[in-house]
């Protein structure tokens, strides 16, 4: 599904239809793959969705400490930019599949990074449009 996202608030808008997916969702464990360019909005969509699902403090983009963690009363969130991810191999260090009692979403920013070794439940591909943001959904997570 493509969506032309406007402007900042369009974008905002997009985060709360994601986490609507991902509240309805049977599954302890989702994981999101954004991808895009410097600047698409990868870290702005993120705070969306974290703030749809309960998390309101601050969330930054994780780009030098590699993945920052919140927590909500039911939900962990793993918030991943791999960006500066100097070999693969490295991200055994995040322990993303570690247990957790509560739901966990696995967000990563720049999944591209270390390719097919992990999969997406949700997958958000955003270009440059216009004056706006293009944006991509693919969702796996229908019919689960």
Known sequence: MKIFLKDPDATTHFGIE??????????????LHLVGEL???KTFLTKSILNSLGWHG????????????????????????????????????????????KVKVIIIEWPEIIG????????VSLSYKDKGREALLENKLINR
């Not at 994601?18 to 994981?31: F, Y």
């Open 116 to 123: 097919d070794s992990r999969t997406f439940d949700l997958k």
């Open 39 to 41: 600047g698409a909005g």
């Open 58 to 101: 601050i969330v930054k983009s994780p780009t030098y400490t590699l993945c920052d963690e919140y927590e909500t009363e039911d939900i962990l969130f793993l918030h991943v930019d791999l960006y500066r991810l100097a070999d693969v191999s490295e991200i055994q260090i995040l322990d993303l599949d570690r247990p957790s009692e």
């Open 18 to 31: 994601i986490s609507k997916l991902i509240s309805d969702s049977k599954n302890k464990v989702i994981e």
